[in-house]
Structures are given as structure tokens and as C-alpha cells.
């Protein structure tokens, strides 16, 4: 006979290890959590698995797995494992996210720390500003150095925000609620940019973004786009129909105590 090394040989020996697979399978878990037998499933030339319900309570669907091997040349089989495995309809989990991926803005509690990665796109070396090329060519050894030399040289912040950075945080402000698209900003009379309450940012944000100093607006202290706007905008007026009806004019009263005694 000619082995096909592509077609895997159903093993009898194997396939019927039935009572075997169950005994290992009470002897780990007990026989309080073990149901009928479900089938056997040839996994390789002499490898079955045999499959088991689960009685377990709180695990609807989900069958213990109980693989035997019956090597050549030996007359009986060998346990290989014995695992619990979820079924079509078996409660599960939902699937794990790390948590630099769950994390959102506002996650942040007193005390909890939130370190950003060395090589994080959004920083670059304070020596490095405005060259977006060369922030891509260090290795983390050397940007190391390029960090001990700027506190050494008392030069202030280790990184700042890298073109990159920047640009995301412009358009993440440009399309939140202080951009010019929601509809405070569409109803309101004039943009922020003419806006006595604004107060201007240095840098390279400053030629889209201030911050808005009125107490009364929603957005006090706020980054605002200078395209956003309010109601509390430092030169709105009321349309005429707006304003409050005039008074009349004054009456005097010229009626005495006297006067009164007459009545
Ligand atoms: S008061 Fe309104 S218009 Fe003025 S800066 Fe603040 S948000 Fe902008």
C-alpha cells in the first residue's frame, strides 16, 4: 500500500475509544458536568477528537473536547487533552480590546497615569521642530540622547507637537463642537475671528484657533476655530424687534395727604 501523505486515515481504534475519552474526561472534571457523547472528529492519521455536552450550569452550548491518539504499533490509544470548547451557542466574552484602543478622551481620573509611546507621531524633539523629515529617521537610542541633551541644556520641554500632531488636533477642533459647523456657529451673528471676548494663541494653531474668554458664552475657555461663533459674540446687538417696548412716559403724582383727607 501507497501512503497519501494529502488524505488523513480514519483510525478504528481511534474513532472508537469512546468509553476511554469519557473516563479521562470524568477523571479531570468529575461526573457531575459531563453529558452525552456528541461525535468523534479525526483530526490527523490516529488523532480523534471526541466531543462531550456540557452540564455545567451557567455554560449553555459549550462541549468538553477529548483527544486521543493511537500512535502505530501500540494496541491502545493515549490521551492527548482534555479542554472545554464554546459551541454555536455558548455565552462568550466579547473580544478583548487592548486598552490604548478602548481608552477615550475625559477616561482620565484623578491619579491615573497616561504615558505616551517613545516614538508616538504626535511629538517630536524640541531640536527637531518644523523638520518633519528627521523625526522619522531616529531610533529610539538616539532619541533618548536628543532627550538628555535638551534637559541638560535646560532647554524646557524634552518633545513638542510634531506637524503631524498639530494637523490632528486642528482637525479634530475644527470639526467639534467649537468649529464652525454646529449650529451655535451657523446661527450666530458673527465669527469669533471679530470677537472683542477672544483671546489670540502664538504659534502655528493661532492662524486658525484662539480661546473664548467670555464668561457668559458656552464655550468659555475653550479653544474655539476662529470660523465659530455665538450668540454672546462682543458686538451683537438685538434687531429692532428684539428690543424691550419703550416706556411710557413718566406720570407725576402730585396728590397730597391732604388732598386725600378731602375725598
Ligand atoms: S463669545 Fe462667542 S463669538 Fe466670542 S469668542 Fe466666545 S464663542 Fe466666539
Known sequence: MVDNPGVMMTDDVAVAAVDAARAALLEQVGDGVVGEYLEGV???????????TCIQTGYPGWRWAVTVVHAPGQDGITVDEVVLLPGQDSILAPAWV???ERIQPGDLGPGDLLPVDEDDPRLVPTYLTGDPGDDATLDSAERQQVKVIADELGLGRPRVLSIEGRLLAAQRWYDGDQGPDVPLAQSAPANCYSCGFLVRLSGPLATGFGVCANEFANDDARVVSLRHGCGAHSEAQLRKKQLPPPLPDPVFDTLSRGDLEDF
Open 42 to 52: 479525526t483530526e490527523d492519521d490516529g488523532v480523534v477528537t471526541h466531543y462531550f
Open 98 to 100: 487592548p486598552w490604548r
